[in-house]
């Protein structure tokens, strides 16, 4: 049985803080690319992180600064850390995770994952 589980998210004022958590099951996530993924209604689904497991991590220009990835090996959980929330980061957020020794391009896509959370709601609002 392998899956991602995620945690978290959840209701915030503009300014405030959340951390999503995603948990692997049956993956080890040190051994793997994972990714945050964000999707807006009508819209698909759009990387906004990247952490390889050699620790080397990318963000979109839209959340660099705010939003930091983590891991965590003895839970063997990947957290995105979101600071300074706007109401614009309103989205279904989405963990990602890829095979065990896939090959993937500089910026994965959507489809270069295997291995999906269930998506939390994260919504900024006053």
């Known amino acids: 049985q392998l899956q991602l589980v995620q945690s978290g998210g959840g209701l915030v004022q503009p300014g405030e803080s959340l951390r999503l958590s995603c948990a692997g099951a049956?993956?080890?996530?040190?051994?793997?690319?994972t990714a945050w993924f964000r999707q807006f209604p009508g819209k698909g689904r759009e990387w906004i992180s990247i952490?390889?497991?050699?620790?080397?991590?990318l963000y979109v220009d839209s959340v660099k600064g705010r939003f930091t990835v983590s891991r965590d090996s003895a839970q063997n959980t990947v957290y995105l850390q979101m600071n300074s929330l706007k109401p614009e980061d309103t989205a279904t957020y989405f963990c990602?995770?890829?095979?065990?020794?896939?090959?993937?391009?500089?910026?994965?896509?959507?489809?270069?994952?295997?291995?999906w959370g269930q998506g939390t709601q994260v919504t900024v609002s006053s």
């Open positions: 990602a995770g890829s095979a065990w020794r896939a090959r993937l391009p500089a910026i994965p896509r959507s489809n270069d994952y295997r291995y």
């Open positions: 049956g993956l080890s996530l040190n051994d793997v690319t």
């Open positions: 952490l390889h497991s050699d620790d080397s991590v």
